[in-house]
């Protein structure tokens, strides 16, 4: 009887866990998209104001439940000398949110050479990824295809993996559910590849 209740309440109740990595250069809006993500899907989370966060120095984390999926998400800090930190984590993430700062044309080539070192990284294959062009509702920003064409180089280097680029606005929240929803069904459908590390141990 036992069992059978245990069972059950496991049934219910238990999730599957992955961990996903928000990664970009510093000010793109990565701790924003993370605090808007829990508002979103955590009933009763009071975030801070998102107007009042400021950059990612170290890492931040958070979890959400879709169903019975848990998504963890690492935030990791984006100045150049914290970008070498990156990689410690590769082996146990399921999935790759990679923000971008649509405003920013200076800085979308220091972007670029980021997000390559990401999808060549042997540690992330087969790992889906979702690029985020963030700050679309500020009027100057840079559109969906110019992204894509600032990134085309990186085309060939992404691979077999899932990749989707999403138009989003970390602020308003726009993009947030469509690019997290389409996160779930790709980290649950990767649960037939080879585990990741951290499952192995
Ligand atoms: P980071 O964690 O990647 O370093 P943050 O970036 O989340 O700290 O955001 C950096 C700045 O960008 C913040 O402004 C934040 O409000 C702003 N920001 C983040 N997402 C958006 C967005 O979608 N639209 C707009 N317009 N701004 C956004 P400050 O002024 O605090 O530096």
């Given at each position: 009887m036992y069992t059978l209740l245990s069972g059950l309440y496991k049934y219910m109740f238990q999730r599957d866990e992955y961990c996903v990595l928000i990664l970009g250069l510093?000010?793109?809006g990565k701790t924003t998209f993370l605090e808007q993500t829990k508002t979103r899907f955590n009933k009763n989370y009071k975030g801070m104001?998102?107007?009042k966060i400021t950059t990612t120095v170290g890492l931040n984390i958070g979890t959400i439940d879709v169903g019975k999926t848990r998504l963890m998400f690492w935030d990791l800090g984006g100045q150049e000398e914290l970008q070498s930190l990156w990689d410690k984590y590769y082996a146990e993430s399921h999935g790759v949110i990679y923000v971008i700062d649509s405003t920013d044309e200076e800085r979308l080539s220091e972007s670029k050479k980021a997000f390559e070192k990401v999808v060549t990284s042997e540690a992330l294959e087969g790992v889906p990824i979702l690029v985020l062009a963030n700050?679309?509702?500020?009027?100057t920003c840079l559109s969906i295809p110019d992204i894509k064409t600032a990134f085309s180089d990186c085309i060939n280097k992404i691979g077999k993996r899932d990749c989707l680029t999403q138009a989003c606005s970390a602020l308003t929240g726009k993009g947030v559910n469509e690019g997290i929803e389409w996160m779930v069904k790709c980290v649950v459908r990767n649960i037939h590849r080879p585990p990741r590390q951290k499952d192995i141990t």
């Open positions: 510093d000010n793109a104001s998102l107007s700050k679309q509702d500020v009027e």
